[in-house]
C-alpha cells in the first residue's frame, strides 16, 4: 500500500458538468487511495515522498471499455470495407494467426506495451479464441501494470473454419478451462467473458455461457447495435427477440446477473437503451471505429440524458488508434455531426462531459477509480505539454484541452500510477 | 539548382487511382526537377550525391490549401461554438492582438517552425488585415524554405470595431503597399489577395478588390459556403446573386482571372460548383473544421466526380491540427458519414483519392507539384515509421497507410525537400 504527493497542474472530473483544473497543486496518495486534492500541502503529508511535476499536467488514467489486442497490429489497414466485409476480409484473417503462440506473443507485446505507455490506465479487452494465446495476452498485460479485463471470444458459427469452435460443448469447455486457469492468477488481469457478437455465437453457446457467468461470477463484454445490416442478420437468428439487446437478455447476458460492456450501440432502439439502463449495462462508445466502418454515429447526447452508464473505447482496429485523448476529440466531433446530421435537438456533448465519460464515466466500471476525489484508487498519468508552444498565457484548462486534441500523448508520457504503483 | 538521388521507400500519386509504392528506391532530383523513380539507380546518376534514407517512407510534400496562422496559437481551445459565434468570440479576439507586432513575431515564430516540421511543403497562409504583422509572418515564413501564399486580410464590416479596417478605401490602399513591399522580395514567399469572407467586406471594398488583382495579378482566396447562417447572411448581402459563389463572380473575384481557392464548399448548390468547374476555382477541403464548427460534411465525392479541382485545407484554427496526414484520415472519415448519413449513393472516397488531393491535388495550385513524375518541382519528405513496431511484414502501401492514420509525423519527420533544398 503506497502513500505520496504529487506536484503538478491537476485536473478530473467530479462529474459531467464539473471539471476541476489547479495549477500548482498537490495530489495526496494514501495508501493507493486517493485522499484529496490541495492548493496548498497540509502538513501532515509532509513527510510522504513527493513527486514533482511542476507545469505538467496531471489527470486521472483513463478507461478503454472495448478494444481488441489481435487487432492492434493491422489497425489503419484496409480500412476501405463495411463491418461484414472488414470482419471476413480483415479482422478474421488476422486472428487466425493467434493459433500461433510465438505469433501471440511478438504481437501482443507490442500491444502491451503499446498501451503501458498510452493515457489508459484501465481496458477491456478482447483477446481471439484461442485459450493459450489469450492467457499470453494475460501474462504481458499483468506485467505492465494497467488494470485490465482479458476476454476469450466465444464464436462457433459464421465465422472461418479455421476460426470457429468446433461445437458449443467445445466453446464452453475451452472457456471454463480458460477461467480457471486465469481467475485468480494475477495482480490486476482478471478473465471476463466474450461472446464475440450474436451472428457468431449459437443459442446453444449462448446458453451454455450463461450457466458459466453465473457459475464463475464473470463481467460480460460484446458489440451491441453497431451496423444496420448486422442487426437485421441478429432478427433473422432470433426472431422472437424484440431487439438485439434483448437477444442477449433473453440469454441472460444483458446485464442483470452481471457487470456488462457493450460496445457500439449505434442503433439501439428507445426500448433497448431503456433496457440497457434498468440493466445497468456500460454502453462502450466508440467514435472512430464507427466512422471508419461506416457504421454512423451513436447518440451519446440521448445516452447521457438517459442517465445510461457509458463510457469511450478505442475499438482497435476498428477505430485506428489507441489514444483515449483521440478518442475525447472524437466523440466531441462525432456529436457535432449528429447534431448537424440526424437530430438538430440533441446539443453536441461538450469537451467537459467527455472528459467524464474518458475518466470517472468509463472508469465506474472498474470501481471507484477515474477522479482524484477522496477515496479512489490512484490511477494519475502524468504529460508534458511544452511540447505544444503557444506565445500567449494558458490556463491549466486550456492547456488539457490542447493536450487532447492535440495529441500530447503520442510523444510519450512522463509518469503513470495505477492503484497507486508507479508504472512508468 | 539541385542534383541529387534519395533512396529509400518511395509512395506517389500518378491520378487519384494509382499510388505508387516502391520498396529500396532511387528518386532523382536533377536540377530541382523531378528526374524519374528507379528501382536500380542508372549509372547515369551513380556520382550524384546520395542521401540514403533505406527503410523509411519518401513522399511528395503535401499542399495546405487553408490554414489561418494568427488562429494557430488558440487551435483546439473553445470547441464548443459554431462558426458566426466562433468568430466573434474566439477568432476576432485572437486576430487583435496581431496590431503588435512583438506579439505577431512570437506568435508566427512558433507557427512557421511548427509548418516547417510538418509534412507541409506549400501552403496557402490568411495572416490577419495588420499589414505589419503580414510582413513579419512573411519574413518567416520565407525563412522556413517552403513555398507559401500569404494573405494579408480585407475586412471592413461586421467585424469588431478593433478588428475593423475603417473604410473600403483604407483596406485597398493598404493592401496595395503591402503587395508592393512584398511581391518581389522573397524567395518563396508571395502575396495572395485574402478578401476573409463576404460578409465582411463591402461592395465597395470587393470592387476596389477586383481592380488590385487585376493590376496586380494575385492570385485570391477566400472561404465559401461553409455554414448555412453564412450562406443566408450573404444571400441577404447581395440579394442579386444566385448562390455564394456567384456573389463572389459577380465582384470579379472568382477564379475567372486569377487561380483562387474557396475554402470550404460544404452546402455548395450544383450551380455553384459548376461555376467553380467552368473558372477553375480550386477547393480547400477542410474536414476538421467542418465538424469542429459543426458545420456540416463537404460533398467530395460529388466534386471528384464533376472533376473539379480540389485540394486539402488544416484550417488551423477552425480545425485543430496542422497534420495533412491527420486531414487525409479526417477526408476518408468524413466521405463514410457523408455516406451513411447524406447520400447513400456517393460511395465514400478512398486512401488512394485522398492521398492524391493532399498531394497532386492541391500541388496543382502552386504549378507542377506534388508527385514524383518528371519534371514535378522537387518536393519531398521522409517519415521514419520504425516508431510504429509490428508482429507482421507490411508492403510499403501498409506502411505508408499507418504513417498516416497513426500520425508518424508527431514524432517529427526525418528529412524535408522543396524545390530542391534540403530544409530539414
Known sequence: MKSFVIKGDICYSKNKDNLITLKDSYLVCENSLCKGVYEELPSEFCEYELFDYTDKLVIPG?????????????RSLNMDAELLDWLNNSAFMEETKYSDNDYAKRAYSIFANSL????????????????DATKIL???????????????????????????????????DDTVSWVLDTADKYKSTYPILTPRFIPSCSD???????????????PVQSHLSENKDEIKWVQELCPKSKSY???YDKFGLFGKEAKTIMAHCVYSTKDEAELMKKNGVFVAHCPASNTN?????????????????????????????ESLFRTIADTVQMSKL?????????????????FFLASKGGGEFFGKVGSFEKDYEFDAVVIDDSILPHPQKLTVFERLQRAVYLNADFNGITAKFVKGEKII
Chains 1, 2 share one sequence.
Open 245 to 247: 439487446g434483448d437477444a
Open 293 to 321: 466502418l461506416s457504421s454512423g454515429i451513436a447518440p451519446i447526447r440521448r445516452y447521457l440524458e438517459m442517465d445510461l452508464k457509458v463510457g469511450l473505447g478505442t475499438d482497435v482496429a476498428g477505430g485506428h488508434s
Open 204 to 218: 446453444e453457446l449462448m446458453k451454455k455461457l450463461a450457466d458459466i457467468q453465473r457459475e464463475y461470477k464473470l
Open 138 to 172: 494475460m501474462d504481458l498485460m499483468d506485467e505492465t501494470g494497467l488494470e485490465t479485463y482479458v476476454g476469450k471470444v466465444n464464436m462457433d458459427r459464421n465465422c472461418p473454419d479455421n476460426l470457429c469452435e468446433s461445437s458449443a460443448q467445445r466453446s464452453a
Open 338 to 354: 449528429y447534431y448537424r446530421l440526424i437530430d438538430n435537438t440533441a446539443k453536441p456533448v461538450t469537451f467537459n462531459e467527455v
Open 62 to 74: 483513463l478507461s478503454d471499455l472495448h478494444i481488441h489486442a489481435p487487432q492492434f497490429a493491422f
Open 116 to 131: 503501458k505507455n498510452s493515457v489508459t490506465t484501465r481496458a477491456c479487452i478482447f483477446a481471439t479464441l484461442h485459450k
